[in-house]
């Protein structure tokens, strides 16, 4: 095959985030190949991927009508082939947020993800941004293990009304949907409130967070755009996961932390003597 390859890789149940992916992968290569492996090894015993929602029908609907020229679906026996085990450490990042909720998750997201690149050979792969930590983590990879693919991210996709669409927003009932709100409506409070520090930006995003008495949360953390240290100022990535009923919902959005409210950093007006002391 000539020219470049651009691997979707997804879980199925396609939504219309999945559906922007495909549309923003034909602008980033001459073919489109959208994988769809629902992967055994990132789920935790006591997670959901039994009822994890199938819906082949409307996926090949959905990749038909997007004209998506190569679909991958392999069995699980095609991608873990009896063998010696082997699987990617995904370090010390891995320990922290989703991983810390999900031990062992991202060492099987990265295991698929280095299969899936070895047997569809693309030159370049579009992740969602929904999933923060993974994106940050793959594109480590791709860098760290000398992969050579292209790691590219996109901006979440969201209902109207806010909420990231998710496969598993299906799972929702009754009012849970609205209670589900909250979470873009506590990461957009941090945003407006970052200015203020970060302090402030994470009190602004837990009160609306503690409207919810449903929801458990399982975090609600600030962090650089890499998922280090949150600085004083300048970019930032502020991330929630909660719990409502039984089902697990994650979000997150870029903040820009100090910044005065005409959105230029105090840190920027300094003059050079300043700074550079
Ligand atoms: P999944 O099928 O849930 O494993 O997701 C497959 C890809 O779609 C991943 O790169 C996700 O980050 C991405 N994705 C899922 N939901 C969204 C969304 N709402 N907006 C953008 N990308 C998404």
Redesign the pocket.
């Known amino acids: 095959m000539t020219g470049r390859v651009v691997l979707?890789?997804?879980?199925?149940?396609?939504?219309?985030?999945?559906r922007?992916?495909i549309r923003a992968a034909r602008g980033l290569g001459d073919h489109v190949v959208v994988s769809i492996f629902v992967n055994p090894t990132q789920f935790g015993p006591t997670e959901d991927l039994d009822r994890y929602p199938r819906t082949p029908q409307t996926d090949l609907a959905m990749c038909a009508e997007e004209g998506v020229g190569l679909l991958f679906m392999p069995d699980a026996e095609q991608v873990y082939r009896p063998g010696l085990g082997i699987r990617v450490e995904a370090g010390e990042l891995a320990a922290h947020l989703e991983g810390a909720v999900r031990p062992g998750h991202f060492s099987g997201v990265l295991t698929v993800v280095a299969k899936l690149f070895g047997m569809v050979a693309p030159h370049v792969a579009?992740?969602?941004?929904?999933?923060y930590q993974?994106?940050v983590l793959i594109r480590a990879m791709s860098r760290e293990l000398a992969m050579g693919v292209d790691v590219h991210g996109?901006?979440?996709?969201?209902e109207a009304d806010g909420l990231?669409?998710?496969?598993?927003n299906r799972y929702l009932v009754g009012d849970q949907r609205g209670v589900a709100l909250a979470l873009s409506q506590a990461l957009w409070a941090g945003q407006a409130a970052a200015s203020g520090g970060a302090d402030a930006a994470i009190r602004a995003a837990r009160s609306e967070l503690d409207a919810e008495p449903d929801l458990e949360i399982d975090y609600l953390a600030l962090t650089d755009p890499e998922l280090g240290p949150a600085p004083e100022t300048g970019p930032a990535r502020l991330l929630v996961a909660a719990r409502l009923g039984s089902t697990r919902l994650i979000d997150n959005v870029a903040v820009r932390l100090g910044s005065s409210p005409d959105g230029v950093n105090p840190m920027s007006r300094r003059p050079a003597s300043v700074r550079r002391g």
Request: aromatic share 4%.
């Open positions: 979707v890789p997804t879980m199925g149940a396609l939504h219309a985030g999945h922007e992916l579009i992740f969602g941004e929904k999933d993974q994106l996109l901006p979440t996709v969201r990231a669409l998710s496969s598993r």
